[in-house]
């Protein structure tokens, strides 16, 4: 089994951005937490992150036929973006949706996922132990 992590706008910035909401933890520590968790149960893992969206959809395409599911954290592209939706749809890889905050508790515009409207699950608010649910679930669900 192989598994995309994917991340979106401003997750490379983790441990400096908001660190009351997102944490000490960098980015690169999170990929690290990823790799050793999946290891230990014989899963290959792949993280990615952009800030652009074109990337994103770049990545979610290329996923079809070299990975057997996503856990994908859009960022602010939760609640914008339309084109990751179809992205997801047209490869059909089942996906669950990450945040690390609880967006349910924030401002209003954070309420909108069209995310959801694909995800087979939806992680919210658990911190970086979000990740390892999400591949935990994918793990236990298809592998």
Same mark, same amino acid.
């Given at each position: ?61 290329? %996923? @079809? ?5 996503? &856990?994908?954290? !859009?960022?602010?592209?939760? /609640?914008? =973006?339309? %084109? @990751? ?5 047209? &490869?059909?890889? !089942?996906?669950?949706?990450? /945040?690390? =905050? ?42």
């Amino acid at each position: 089994m192989h598994l995309l992590v994917l991340n979106g706008p401003n997750l490379n910035m983790l441990g400096v951005r908001e660190p009351d909401i997102y944490g000490k933890t960098t980015y690169t520590d999170l990929c690290k937490m990823i790799e050793a968790h999946v290891r230990e149960k014989g899963v290959q893992v792949t993280c990615e992150q952009s800030n652009h969206e074109g990337t994103l959809v770049d990545l979610i395409q290329a %996923a @079809l036929g070299c990975y057997d599911g996503i &856990v994908l954290n !859009p960022g602010a592209y939760t /609640h914008t =973006s339309i %084109a @990751l939706l179809d992205a997801l749809k047209a &490869v059909g890889l !089942p996906t669950v949706e990450v /945040h690390i =905050s609880d967006v349910g508790a924030r401002e209003p515009f954070r309420q909108i996922s069209y995310i959801a409207y694909y995800a087979e699950k939806r992680i919210i608010g658990k911190g970086l132990q979000g990740y390892l649910d999400a591949l935990d679930y994918l793990i236990e669900r298809y592998a």
